[in-house]
């Protein structure tokens, strides 16, 4: 299967000439574009039906061989606008994560039922999205509702998922059964590219199911359609790095010690992705009922040292 089917190779040509959508749907034509320009000779097909009551995103065939790849996309979205060569893109916020999360876990579910027991079959599932909501666990560590169907980076799904038991019947209608998964999967999201503004900064979960082997080093976040915002290492003097890449990954400079966590777990954030977090923080403190004196205390602070990362904040002493 690996040898026709290289999904890591389309998905890396694809994020070089479309750093962006305008929908699911736009996600799904440019993608089998994508295939079809690597092998002519494959067969591809949209939105098929291959099981009666199933339908399916994308199906990419090898007659030849008897070998089939199955493929379900999710384009899960924030709130972001935007002009990229030339073309302005809406994204709408889509939220109602916790239901736009079982659908992708729904989807695995639906690809397992697929191609297991077919000989030459195999499948994916590939979530895009620029909401951090679902690759960034949160920090209040509470388990919810709908902790059985997140996908944070490093989160395993297997087995039986199901709703908590204070699910409201709002969130359930239309998706109340449980999903039961064979398979053991850890989500592991990868940067697709990254765009100026809030929210530009979109990430890919890719689950492979059945012959293929697990997606990993689908690219770098760097897009060729913005420039990346750098940052410069003050304390080794003139060394820029991406935002995108840890420390430790930037050749020629090593990571102070203050500044090492996000080496050491392998975790890569943007300026965007901190201060998205800051929001998300000041949002918990309001929640858990602090004056905003606190709030204050707490945010503003941090959000003087993300504008002394950038270079917008220079500290300077009593004159």
Sequence with gaps: MEQWADIASWLDTLRRSRPVFHSEADFQHALAWVIHQSDPSLRIRLETRPQPGMRLDLLVSRPDLSE???????????????????????LLSQGAQDIRAYDVVKDIQRVEQLVNGQPGWAGAVLALTNDPGYWSRPGHGRVTNAQAFRIYEDEVISGTRAWGPDTGTGTRRGREADLQLRGTYRCGWTGYSALPGHLGNFRLLAITIGALMPLSGLGTTESTAAPRQTVQHRTTGATPSALGHTFSQVPGVSAPPQRRATALNAERYTVEDLRTELRRFESELRAAGLKDNSVGTYVDRTGRFLKWLVGDYQPRGPK
């Excluded at 790849?69 to 073309?87: H, P």
């Design 68 to 90: 089939h790849l199955a493929l379900e996309l999710k384009y899960l979205t924030a709130a972001w606008a935007g002009d990229v060569d030339g073309e302005h893109f809406q």
